[in-house]
């Protein structure tokens, strides 16, 4: 379902020095993003568990491990009666983030996935906003003023602000920065990644982007975005979903 050095920002520790763990995490939780796999998402976790352990003031091993975490708790949530389980993963990132922004306060990526986490929790309980309301705007803000052009800031806060829609001129702001996010993807992309340097969450913007067309009425271009995340992530039920549903609605968005 965030101008870029080849470190972001936000994770400005020396990768030359992270313990072996974090990069086998970050194999792990590639792995386990492209199955949309529970247990391997587990899996990167307690290897990251293991780097932050090794080495307790590394930032970007908190952040990774914070990473897995979400996207753990996201796959629970995608699946009935994982409620517990994943309200355990939420708990988890939002420990883990935490202290990843404690530890380096600059990273913006940490900011912007706390500023998700709290959003999804108001999203379920609307009662929450009064206190969390306060904390996911503060994380917000920190993560567009430390990077403003992180492609996987603007991804994860525009998605935010696709769900608090309340019609179409927030559907079209949260398009507008859906679509920049991917333009920051694609920069992003030409240029060779660090050994601890984080590459996802492009398809998951495609994703969202084609469902901000759907709810907008362009079931054209959704099925074109809904395309793209699949031709690169099969396992992603949301862009499935969504693509059938345009098909459904209009034969000819099958070919975008």
Not at 7 to 16: E, K, W
Not at 177 to 204: H, I, K, M, Q, V
């Amino acid at each position: 379902m965030l101008c870029l050095s080849l470190i972001s920002p936000g994770l400005r520790a020396d990768t030359a020095a992270s313990p072996t763990p974090a990069r086998a995490g970050i194999i792990e939780f590639n792995a386990a993003f492209q199955a949309w796999d529970g247990a391997r998402f587990a899996h990167a976790g307690e290897l990251f568990r293991q780097a932050t352990v090794q080495a307790p003031d590394n930032a970007t091993n908190f952040y990774w491990l914070g990473v897995a975490e979400f996207h753990h708790m996201l796959q629970l949530r995608s699946t009935p009666g994982n409620d517990a389980a994943a309200e355990n993963a939420q708990a988890s990132a939002i420990a883990s983030l935490t202290t990843a922004v404690k530890l380096d306060a600059h990273n913006a990526e940490g900011h912007a996935l706390l500023a998700t986490i709290y959003g999804i929790r108001i999203g379920d309980r609307w009662i929450r906003a009064l206190g969390l309301g306060p904390r996911a705007m503060s994380h917000s803000k920190l993560a567009m003023t430390e990077a403003p052009t992180n492609p996987r800031v603007r991804y994860l806060l525009a998605t935010g602000e696709f769900y608090m829609a309340t019609g179409r001129a927030d559907l079209k702001e949260a398009l507008k920065n859906l679509l920049l996010a991917d333009t920051y993807f694609a920069s992003e992309a030409t240029r060779a990644p660090g050994p601890l340097e984080p590459r996802w969450g492009r398809s998951s913007c495609h994703t969202f982007i084609g469902l901000t067309y759907e709810k907008l009425g362009d079931r054209t271009h959704a099925a074109e975005y809904f395309h793209k995340s699949l031709a690169v992530h099969p396992a992603d039920n949301l862009a499935r979903a969504g693509l059938n549903r345009v098909m459904t609605a209009n034969p000819a968005a099958e070919q975008p």
